[in-house]
Nanobody, 125 residues
Framework: QVQLVESGGGLVQAGGSLRLSCAAS????????VAWFRQAPGKGRDFIIA????????YATAPVKGRFTISRDNAKNSVYLQMNRLKPEGAAVYYC??????????????????WGQGTQVTVSS
C-alpha cells in the first residue's frame, strides 16, 4: 500500500507563490491519477487538479487553471503542486490523493482511496 506525505505548506502573502510536494513511499506510482484537493475550515474537500502518472496528462478546475500547475518527478516518486498568484480564498489544508487511472477525471473525494495527512496553506491579505 502506498503512503503519501505532503510538505511545503506555510504562510504566503496574497499574490505570492508556494510549491507543495507529495512524496509516495511503499511502492512507486503506477497507472494511477494523483490529485490535489483542498479543504477550507468548515467546508468540504474540493478537487483542484490532477495528473495521470502514466502519460503525464493533467486536468485543472477553472478556479486554479492558469495559476496552479501539477508536475511529477519519476526518480523521486513525487508529485508537485506549484501555486502562483495565490488568493486569500486559497487558504486551506491541501491534500494529495491517488486512485487507479481511468479515461475520465474523477473529482469526488470518495473516488480516491489513498490520502496524505495534508499540509496547511495560509494566505494573508
Amino acid at each position: 500500500q502506498v503512503q503519501l506525505v505532503e510538505s511545503g505548506g506555510g504562510l504566503v502573502q496574497a499574490g505570492g507563490s508556494l510549491r507543495l510536494s507529495c512524496a509516495a513511499s511503499g511502492r512507486t506510482f503506477n497507472n494511477e491519477d494523483v490529485a490535489w484537493f483542498r479543504q477550507a475550515p468548515g467546508k468540504g474537500r474540493d478537487f483542484i487538479i490532477a495528473l495521470n502518472w502514466n502519460d503525464g496528462s493533467t486536468y485543472a478546475t477553472a478556479p486554479v487553471k492558469g495559476r496552479f500547475t501539477i508536475s511529477r518527478d519519476n526518480a523521486k516518486n513525487s508529485v508537485y503542486l506549484q501555486m502562483n498568484r495565490l488568493k486569500p480564498e486559497g487558504a486551506a489544508v491541501y491534500y494529495c490523493a491517488t486512485r487507479s487511472g481511468s479515461r475520465s477525471w474523477w473529482t469526488r473525494p470518495d473516488r480516491y482511496g489513498v490520502w496524505g495527512q495534508g499540509t496547511q496553506v495560509t494566505v494573508s491579505s
